[in-house]
């Protein structure tokens, strides 16, 4: 006996797969979320996924469907701040540039106050882990890029070394007295940025660039 033809398994209707996406980016997000508050409060090495998970309220094979290391999940919660930090530092073109300087300066330290042991452990032990370490530094090759654009020099790879390094090195000397701020609780946000633009304008005329120090520094 022939078996009747079967009707064609009908397509998820378009409003059922975006709920379904919905509910996928929902969950990931809220992971993200549980992560950023696990990995402020204790050191990288101290975590197993299996402690994650139930601290997180999900099964542990839930966990590594979404992230299949614990270094992968650790990546994409310091991924996801990134994001939301370059878009609270990105420079203000309707201001001067020493103006826009000071305001993207002062975004950023307000984003570290808001989460200073998670700022703390990313620069100290959680950094020796490779992929993480790759992702700072992807971080600060891509500000170096940004501050020298904004500076003028919108080729990276055509910007003279020396004024490369003086950013550079301006980037690494601001994560190391962030954490000594931190420390000691002052100076304030705003005499802190001050002194930042100061800085990073006495970097550049140190390489040689005394037109962008006069810029960021309001002199021209």
């Not at 002052?186 to 005499?191: C, I, V």
């Amino acid at each position: 006996m022939t078996s009747p033809d079967l009707p064609p398994v009908a397509e998820p209707a378009a409003e059922t797969r975006a709920y379904r996406r919905l509910a996928v980016d929902e969950r990931r997000r809220r992971l993200l979320e549980a992560g950023t508050e696990l990995f402020a409060e204790h050191d990288y090495g101290e975590l197993s996924m299996a402690q994650i998970a139930k601290a997180a309220g999900v099964s542990k094979p839930l966990l590594y469907h979404y992230f299949p290391t614990k270094r992968d999940y650790f990546v994409a919660t310091l991924a996801d701040a990134a994001d939301d930090l370059a878009e609270r530092v990105r420079p203000r073109l309707d201001l001067p540039m020493h103006e826009a300087a000071h305001h993207s300066l002062s975004a950023y330290l307000a984003w570290i106050d808001e989460r200073p042991k998670q700022f703390q452990r990313l620069l100290t032990a959680a950094a020796g882990e490779p992929g993480i370490r790759e992702l700072i530094d992807n971080i600060r090759r891509a500000t170096v890029a940004l501050i020298l654009g904004t500076l003028g020099h919108p080729d990276l790879e055509r910007t003279d070394p020396a004024l490369r390094a003086a950013v550079l090195g301006w980037l690494l000397f601001v994560d190391g007295a962030m954490l000594v701020r931190l420390e000691l609780g002052a100076p304030s946000r705003e005499a802190f940025a001050d002194q930042l633009v100061a800085t990073l304008a006495g970097a550049l005329r140190a390489a040689g660039d005394d037109a962008a120090a006069a810029r960021l520094l309001g002199e021209a």
